[in-house]
């Protein structure tokens, strides 16, 4: 997905450079400034008090900042020896009537880079359109009341539809991401998506798209998109996960323009403009099942999509559990428990129980891929029409659709994007399948501790 500010040049960073040495000259110009104004409070002392009385003053202030130091020493010696290595524990159980207290809606136009045929609108224009609301029904799967979120869009009169996009206020460096949803947006020309971003710093602080899907898609894909020096080749094993890499092929010759189609390669290459992958295609792992998104997934009762970030141990993974009855036990205790009060009755994730990822991704130290790529993100919620994915492929992959609601350019050729676009337009009744049933996301962090190897031995 493409996040809302995604303007990225070697000259934006000149600029970032730029501005940061002038906020550093500003900023010692003002210390020089306090300099010499404590220098002439100084002077004035001097004179003031006897020489005694300066010595004593003298050796009582080098105390203090001796002191004052071997302190602040102490406790960042102390804060950058911990690391997260300890057990998960709970940091957000977005659930019911709480869950949209942890986001902020958008409220504008779609991204240049996806170019939806929608509007983002508030919350209170949503709760209005009664396209956000919390709905008490019974849990078909445990057969008790469960508090379920809706999410969904609204036709316009002039044509791009109301939709929703939610951006989490909290932001990550690492954790364990876990979505129960029952019902999934799904059909053609519907482009959802649940991922983890920093607009304002993209790539440069990376993306993670944990599902999306377009135009009716049923398997999982998994996307990392960065700046540059992210690659997985030669990284993960193939073992290490039970789906593969994208594989491209058909793109277009710099030289002459045609699509080649005689070479293939693994879209294994995280940086949005890696050579020999489609712009902005990033690194992606697909799922081996081909029931693990979409339609097959609502059909099934819904799914859980968990994602682990985890760059102290050199990796982020991906889970589909579909249906929601074939997870492990420990998932299902996790998500079960994840909204009692009493902590201890908590059931703490464990990944390493969950089976082999279906998507394995190498980063941190000794990988093709350093974890600073991925830093200060946040979740993202989306539900966008057409645009620059969902409509560019809406002739191809929706081909009965795009004949009937045919529209040319200047030359008298079909163009997916208008077409998609009067389709959406039509406020066919498919589209009712295009809303989001989420019982909740559950977020995890592991704890800080100090790693067995800085731990001194007292003799």
Request: with cysteine.
């Amino acid at each position: 997905m493409s996040p809302r500010n995604q303007s990225y040049s070697s000259i934006e960073e000149s600029s970032n450079v730029l501005d940061e040495s002038h906020h550093h000259h500003a900023q010692k110009s003002s210390m020089k400034k306090m300099q010499l104004k404590s220098d002439s409070s100084i002077s004035d002392l001097d004179d003031a008090l006897p020489w005694k009385w300066q010595f004593f003053v003298a050796i009582a202030g080098a105390g203090l900042i001796l002191i004052g130091k071997n302190v602040l020493h102490s406790i960042l010696d102390k804060s950058s020896s911990l690391k997260p290595i300890g057990p998960y524990r709970l940091v957000e159980a977005q659930e019911g009537h709480n869950f949209f207290s942890y986001y902020d809606f958008f409220d504008g136009a779609d991204s240049i880079g996806s170019a939806g045929y929608n509007m983002y609108v508030s919350k209170e224009k949503a709760m209005d359109l009664d396209i956000a609301k919390v709905i008490t029904e019974e849990d078909p799967l445990w057969g008790d009341p469960v508090d379920f979120v809706h999410m969904s869009s609204a036709p316009t009169e002039k044509g791009p539809r109301d939709s929703i996009r939610l951006e989490g206020k909290r932001r990550f460096d690492h954790g364990l991401f876990i979505l129960d949803v029952r019902h999934q947006p799904d059909g053609c020309g519907v482009w959802p998506a649940f991922w983890l971003t920093d607009e304002a710093a993209w790539p440069r602080n990376g993306e993670v798209d944990i599902l999306e899907g377009v135009n009716g898609q049923t398997v999982a894909k998994t996307a990392l998109h960065t700046s540059d020096k992210c690659d997985m080749y030669a990284h993960v094993s193939p073992r290490s996960m039970t789906g593969d890499w994208e594989w491209v092929t058909g793109i277009p010759n710099q030289f002459t323009g045609e699509p080649d189609f005689k070479t293939a390669k693994p879209a294994d290459n995280c940086w949005v403009m890696a050579q020999h992958q489609w712009g902005n295609e990033g690194c992606t792992a697909v799922h081996d099942r081909n029931d693990t998104l979409g339609a097959p997934v609502n059909d099934n009762g819904g799914g859980v999509y968990a994602l682990e970030w985890d760059p102290e141990n050199k990796a982020i993974k991906s889970w589909v559990f579909s249906p929601i009855q074939d997870m492990p036990e420990n998932l299902i205790g996790t998500i079960e428990t994840a909204g009692l009060e009493d902590v201890s009755k908590q059931v703490t994730p464990n990944p390493h129980s969950w089976g082999t990822p279906y998507a394995m991704f190498a980063i941190g130290e000794d990988t093709g891929c350093s974890a600073s790529h991925f830093k200060n993100m946040r979740i993202v919620f989306n539900l966008a029409f057409c645009g620059n994915v969902s409509g560019n492929r809406f002739t191809r992959e929706c081909p009965v659709l795009a004949e009937k609601f045919n529209v040319t350019n200047k030359k008298g050729l079909n163009d997916p994007v208008w077409t998609c676009n009067a389709y959406i337009e039509s406020d066919p009744e498919a589209l009712n399948e295009a809303y989001w049933k989420i019982r909740g996301v559950y977020v995890y962090e592991r704890e800080l501790r100090k790693p067995k190897n800085d731990i001194k031995v007292e003799k």
